[in-house]
């Protein structure tokens, strides 16, 4: 089993900057990628940035040149460095884990901006 730690959401204005965290732990056998999704109320859950083992980084485009998303790979952690945020990123945002063994969820973090 795998067991995603998520940190670092709360309440922030307009322009403000928050770091997410999440730790991973458990039976982790060729980490194919980890990344973040969000969910706005009365929305779908959607994609936000993610690195695969390789090291490469996708990002939505809507948080292109604002998020930046890194990998400590010795402690199995994500960070995502959300800049210039904005009242639309408010969200709780998941963290995830694709792996040969499966794919993993965190708990979900709240991040409020608020205008």
């Known amino acids: 089993q795998v067991q995603l730690v998520e940190s670092g959401g709360g309440l922030v204005q307009a322009g403000g900057s928050l770091r997410l965290s999440c730790a991973a732990s458990g039976s982790i056998i060729r980490l194919n990628a980890m990344g973040w999704y969000r969910q706005a109320p009365g929305k779908e859950r959607e994609p936000v940035a993610n690195?695969?083992?390789?090291?490469?980084?996708n990002y939505a485009d809507s948080v292109k040149g604002r998020f930046t998303l890194s990998r400590d790979n010795a402690k199995n952690t994500v960070y995502l460095e959300m800049n210039s945020l904005k009242p639309e990123d408010t969200a709780v945002y998941y963290c995830y884990l694709q792996q040969v063994l499966g794919h993993y969820w965190g708990q979900g973090t709240q991040v409020t901006v608020s205008s």
């Open positions: 690195i695969n083992r390789g090291g490469s980084t």
